[in-house]
């Protein structure tokens, strides 16, 4: 059976193949209609021929438009609960309930309207059994009609007043035939909704709104153990914002002094900190024998940069709102005195350096006793860096983190696998993905190795116009390679949902996304519905529009119970798929299960949230109903497999524009084209930077590792994470907006300090073969091997030195000859500094020159005759002078 979460306008042509669909179709007509309104109104057509949101950046999610709002919420879900001031919490945790029970459901109420309400009473509803996660979604999003099976009222006896809450017990009866009951006559996985009645103020009894969850009803008896149990592996994220204070450079021999905008996470390590709890969940849970299955079936998912500014905290850092200028001048005496009298600094020691050491250590022991997987830098949306087409920052996005969890954790992590937190890849992106293999030579897996072995042969880059800094360079690149990458010699593995490769060649759960490059599918449904769990619930890119509603509409218990029986599930839909055992000679043997790939929200997860997830996996592998599966089984093809996709992997390039893989519905979330001509620019220019310095043997910091820094805050600002919760999208693309404003305010200070000086008048040339002076300075810590770059009136030639090579931290005075019209009598030329293949990486600067007109020729011929006369006469008085005090000695003598 097809998922209904496949998207419905590909060439495939798929369908919902689900009994709800059609039942959800006709409740949300109108719904459909605004939804497909706002696609059309919001979206812009990719390089990969996906839909991509433009201009995300600039709206706001209190005031979005109706066209975007539909993006992230169906308006036809649920009218009446979004309306409704009445909220409903599920309090009690329904675990282990089998049929034939009978449990008390605690049920909270609170008024948040203005006005009274009164005769409340409220029941149990459910509908019919559910087969797998995406008909369970979209069972959940039905009109309160499809849940026809009720249980008994109960009438609370008092009226709520404004502000007020209660809190009620409901009956629930799972007996088969009980005259209370909901109807349950067999095991499995139902919808259930608590419906709320009142009256509000003067008016009539009706429905106020609903609160509504996943039930499993397990058999009476213990759960047997399955024959064909399927494996289960689960990723456990390790991510955080940092704090970081954007456009940080790099030093050497020692590290950079770490500056964090915040303490925050320092609040998260320290004891019973966010990230505290989710680690000592972790090692508890995995320890000792009892542990070892799911150690077994789990694998640490860390953010690299976490861990690398975890590390850095230990040696002390500094809380503070400013980054100093690494290329400012010494300031003098007097200058500094008056700044640190008139302006308090807003500095402070952090506090967090014994807990991030403490933290790291436990981490780095539950590393070396088991997986460990890096995700890409800071959890930056992968699609949206291979747009900027800048292939050092999707190297840095997509290689750097392994090598930082081997150094830091001193543990072997998982290689050449790639986790989009997005939830899929493009067509373009998934042409970059060779660049994340670390298995290869070490000049062409290290980006840093690669940059200087490509820099001898001639570093290809993204080109700007020739009179303008990549900073100003208005054009949005070419998401693909200028030229095919090499393939891998070690393939390249990829996590996406499975309504996210919908005509890419496939077997089983593998994908062909390109040459060396296979897509690794898992459960698009059950990691929509894990990603709404947790304090800030997620609508995800690949989610079915027919489901996306507020998730706020349930209370966190609620949605946490939909999440763990949504897991479960997964888990027995993936066992009776299988084929069933066959007797009799001949008879082909019974295929295993496919695995199911668990994939929770990366952040903000709640570490209680995550435990009971957690858990959840714990209880399916104790009770032989799931068997653990290592990472890399579950994502490794066979053999057989490998030469089915190699196979089918067109060598000649597909036309652009087709559609085979990608984001599947439209996705509110991504980074807007604002933000990826900002990083596009940015990076560029440090491409260009960096290549205009040289490395010196006797300067241990090298030109790669001055920019690399600068480079990972654009992937920090490019991040998924805190985008895909309508209500944090705006702070999200605020922070994003500010990583990128500091960090082009750095850049400027860079671009600034390596300048050519004008010389602040005018220059007046007696002779055509008169120089010109200039003054180039700079700022760097490496020296600067630049060219002079011209502009002037037809007939100019300004004959600039070959090499320009300026000192790091100095300054250099050069000369240049110019062939110059004499008419007009003032030329001006424009002077760059460009590298040495013509990327420009200064300011322009304006030489006015006075040529040889007609009266300055007459002065000059006057002056030059001038200075002839005083010369001969100079000579002839110092002869009359000698002769005088030669015959004065003489008559003396006498």
Same mark, same amino acid.
């Given at each position: ?45 990719? !390089? ?46 329904? =675990?282990?309930? #089998? ?54 009222? *109960? ?12 809190? %009620? ?13 909901? !109807? ?7 919808? %259930?909704? @608590? ?51 954007? +456009? ?23 004891? !019973?900190? #966010? ?139 998982? #290689? ?35 940059? =200087? ?36 010699? *070690? ?22 996304? !390109? ?25 995800? /890119? ?114 652009? /524009? ?17 933000? @990826? ?26 030109? $790669? ?23 944090? $999208? ?8 500010? @990583? ?71 300054? @250099? ?55 002839? %006369? ?21 008559? +003396?003598?006498?």
């Amino acid at each position: 059976m097809i998922p209904s979460d496949f998207p419905r306008s590909t060439t495939a042509h798929l369908t919902d193949g689900d009994r709800g669909a059609n039942r959800v179709r006709r409740v949300r007509a109108l719904g459909g209609a605004l939804l497909a309104a706002g696609f059309l109104a919001a979206t812009t057509v990719g !390089g990969a021929g996906h839909p991509t949101i433009a201009s995300a950046q600039e709206r706001s999610v209190v005031s979005l438009p109706d066209s975007s709002a539909a993006q992230w919420r169906n308006p036809s879900i649920r009218e009446d609960d979004a309306a409704s001031d009445i909220e409903i919490r599920l309090e009690s945790p329904l =675990e282990n309930l #089998r049929l034939g029970m009978k449990q008390i459901v605690s049920v909270t109420i609170e008024n948040h309207s203005e006005q009274v309400v009164d005769d409340l009473s409220l029941r149990l509803q459910r509908s019919a059994l559910v087969d797998d996660p995406a008909t369970a979604r979209l069972a959940l999003t039905d009109d309160q009609s499809a849940y026809g099976y009720t249980g008994p009222f *109960t009438d609370l006896p008092t009226p709520l007043n404004p502000g007020d809450s209660v809190t %009620v017990g409901l009956p629930l009866d799972t007996t088969p035939g009980s005259p209370d009951g909901l !109807g349950i006559g067999a095991p499995g996985v139902y919808p %259930v909704m @608590i419906n709320l009645n009142g009256r509000p103020g003067e008016g009539i009894i009706r429905y106020l709104t609903s609160e509504r969850f996943l039930l499993t009803v397990g058999e009476p008896d213990a759960t047997p153990h399955p024959s064909a149990a399927p494996g289960v592996t689960m990723l456990w994220p390790l991510t955080a914002p940092t704090g970081l204070v954007a +456009g940080e450079t790099g030093e050497a021999p020692l590290a950079a002094p770490l500056l964090l905008e915040n303490d925050d996470l320092a609040t998260q390590l320290r004891e !019973g900190g #966010r990230l505290d709890q989710l680690l000592d969940t972790y090692i508890d849970a995995t320890s000792g024998d009892s542990g070892s299955a799911l150690r077994e079936a789990t694998c640490l998912a860390i953010d690299p940069q976490l861990i690398d500014v975890v590390n850095r905290m230990r040696d002390g850092y500094t809380v503070t709102a400013e980054r100093p200028s690494p290329v400012s001048g010494t300031p003098r005496l007097r200058d500094s005195w008056r700044a640190e009298s008139s302006t308090p600094s807003a500095e402070q020691p952090g506090v967090g350096a014994a807990a991030a050491a403490d933290w790291l250590s436990r981490l780095r022991t539950a590393a070396g006793q088991g997986c460990t997987v890096a995700l890409p830098w800071a959890g930056t949306d992968i699609n949206a860096v291979t747009r900027t087409g800048n292939q050092w920052l999707v190297r840095e996005a997509l290689s750097r983190g392994s090598s930082v969890i081997a150094d830091v954790l001193d543990t072997e992590p998982e #290689r050449n696998l790639v986790i989009p937190l997005s939830g899929y890849v493009t067509e373009s992106s998934a042409a970059w993905l060779p660049l994340a293999d670390t298995t290869g030579a070490e000049n062409t897996v290290d980006p840093e190795s690669a940059w =200087e072995a490509l820099q001898r042969n001639g570093l290809p880059t993204v080109r700007q116009p020739a009179d303008t800094a990549a900073l100003e360079d208005p054009e949005m690149p070419d998401p693909y390679p200028l030229e095919p990458l090499p393939v891998p010699s *070690t393939g390249i593995r990829v996590l996406v949902t499975d309504n996210s490769v919908w005509n890419a060649p496939t077997k089983g759960r593998f994908a062909g996304l !390109g040459p060396g490059v296979t897509g690794v599918t898992y459960q698009g449904s059950l990691a929509a519905t894990l990603a709404a769990t947790g304090p800030e619930p997620l609508t995800v /890119g690949y989610s079915n529009p027919e489901t996306r509603h507020d998730p706020t509409l349930d209370s966190a218990r609620a949605r946490l119970t939909t999440g763990n029986t949504a897991l479960r599930l997964a888990v027995d839909a993936a066992r009776r798929t299988a084929t069933s055992p066959v007797a009799g000679d001949g008879d082909p043997p019974p295929e295993a299960p496919e695995p199911v790939i668990v994939i929770p929200p990366a952040a903000p997860a709640a570490p209680t949230d995550s435990a009971e997830l957690l858990h959840t996996v714990a209880r399916l592998l104790e009770s032989g109903q799931a068997r653990p599966l290592s990472l890399h089984e579950a994502t490794t093809p066979d053999p057989a497999t490998e030469s089915v996709l190699a196979r089918s992997a067109d060598p000649v390039e597909r036309e652009r /524009g087709t559609s085979r893989f990608g984001a599947p519905f439209p996705d509110p979330s991504v980074p807007s084209d604002r933000e @990826i001509l900002a990083a596009t620019q940015q990076s560029n220019y440090m491409n260009d930077l960096t290549q205009l310095m040289v490395n010196d043997p006797g300067i241990a910091l090298t030109r $790669y590792e001055f920019m690399r820094p600068l480079m990972l805050d654009l992937l920090r600002g490019l991040t998924v994470i805190g985008r895909r919760n309508a209500e944090e $999208y705006a702070t999200a693309t605020a922070r994003a907006n500010r @990583i990128f404003t500091l960090n082009r305010k750095m850049l400027e200070r860079l671009q600034s300090s390596v300048a050519l000086l004008p010389p602040g008048y005018v220059y007046t040339r007696v002779s055509q073969s008169s120089p010109l002076l200039i003054v180039a300075r700079n700022g760097l810590p490496l020296p600067v091997d630049g060219r002079i770059s011209y502009q002037g009136p037809p007939g100019s030639v300004v004959h600039v030195p070959d090499q320009l090579w300026i000192p790091a931290k100095g300054s @250099i005075m050069t000369q240049m000859t110019a062939d110059l019209p004499t008419e007009p009598d003032q030329v001006t030329l424009v002077l760059r500094l460009s590298g040495s293949q013509g990327s420009v990486v200064s300011d322009p600067v304006e030489i006015t020159v006075q040529t040889q007109g007609p009266l300055i020729g007459l002065l000059g011929r006057l002056i030059i005759g001038l200075l002839v %006369v005083a010369l001969v006469a100079r000579l002839i008085q110092t002869k009359v002078v000698r002769r005088i005090r030669g015959a004065r000695r003489t008559t +003396g003598t006498r």
